[in-house]
């Protein structure tokens, strides 16, 4: 992509969601020769006479977009926000998921998260057009089998798009009546795991207004509830789900559904056993579990 004023202005306004460093922009796709430049565009954008960023002083080369004034909200057009999605366990019987949020699955290594992913994507074909950032772990052949064992051919499905992602998945959260599964989010070598927590909040910001809802992968220790990345990642989440070999649990709800609210409960802690089929993608022998996890 040329590298012009008006490209980087576009980045700055439609994808940017935060503070961000200029070496980004365009998707980090810029050569480092033409850096000097960038910054002289980046420069003349902070002193324009309606600037649309502004450096942020805490590092140099980082920058902020600087937002338009935002509307007041209106409330006489909501009804029901309710998202039709359907969850393996039949989960939307005990949580509530609106339109706007974001589902988090924290999974032990073999677990069953991408599982949890797929099977998401199966149950809702034909409900609403699905896009998969995939960080494409075990490569096209095998996520292509996966599925297959489903029932789905990846080549002939309109329903299902897949893209190869490994950072910045809010810039690809762009569709209305959309769900996006992510698969899953992590952080390069060497970096600090707390920006898994700002990667899901900067999703869940791109996410308003959309009609469209996020499901989103994390790895997490065996045998604790929390995925790596710590508290943080449960702030934005209507519901959080832990994994680990045969168990699933509810960490989290913001919303109780209908019927549990009719008992005046909490899905809170509800976990179940399972048996995974890999190779079919599908959760077996699913049994309510009262016990530990």
């Not at 140099?60 to 937002?67: H, K, T």
């Not at 073999?110 to 409900?127: D, E, M, P, Q, W």
């Not at 989010?185 to 990667?199: K, L, R, T």
Request: aromatic content about 10%; glycine content about 8%; some cysteine.
């Amino acid at each position: 992509m040329e590298l012009t004023a008006s490209a980087v202005r576009d980045w700055i306004v439609n994808i940017s969601t935060g503070e961000f460093h200029y070496k980004q922009i365009l998707g980090g796709s810029i050569s480092p020769k033409l850096y000097i430049r960038l910054r002289g565009i980046l420069r003349d954008l902070c002193n324009a006479k309606d600037p649309v960023v502004e450096s942020v002083g805490k590092k140099d080369g980082v920058y902020r977009p600087i937002q338009e004034m935002v509307k007041p909200l209106t409330f006489d057009d909501i009804t029901d926000n309710r998202c039709p999605i359907t969850l393996p366990f039949d989960l939307t019987k005990y949580a509530r998921i609106d339109y706007d949020t974001t589902i988090v699955v924290a999974g032990s290594k073999s677990g069953g998260k991408t599982g949890f992913c797929y099977r998401t994507a199966h149950l809702n074909i034909g409900v609403m057009p699905i896009v998969i950032l995939s960080n494409m772990e075990g490569g096209k052949d095998r996520m292509k089998r996966r599925f297959m064992a489903m029932g789905v051919d990846l080549v002939r499905e309109d329903w299902i798009t897949i893209y190869p992602v490994y950072d910045n998945y809010h810039d690809y959260i762009k569709e209305k009546n959309t769900l996006y599964i992510i698969d899953y989010i992590d952080v390069p070598d060497g970096e600090s795991f707390w920006m898994i927590a700002n990667e899901i909040k900067k999703v869940d910001q791109k996410l308003q207004g959309k009609n469209s809802v996020a499901l989103i992968g994390l790895q997490k220790p065996y045998n604790r509830d929390i995925a790596i990345g710590g508290e943080g990642t449960l702030k934005v989440a209507s519901l959080y789900l832990a994994m680990d070999n045969s168990k699933l649990k509810i960490i989290d709800a913001k919303e109780p559904s209908d019927a549990m609210k009719a008992k005046n409960d909490n899905p809170r802690g509800m976990q179940w056993t399972f048996q995974y089929s890999e190779e079919g993608t599908n959760f077996l022998n699913i049994m309510a579990d009262y016990g530990g996890m």
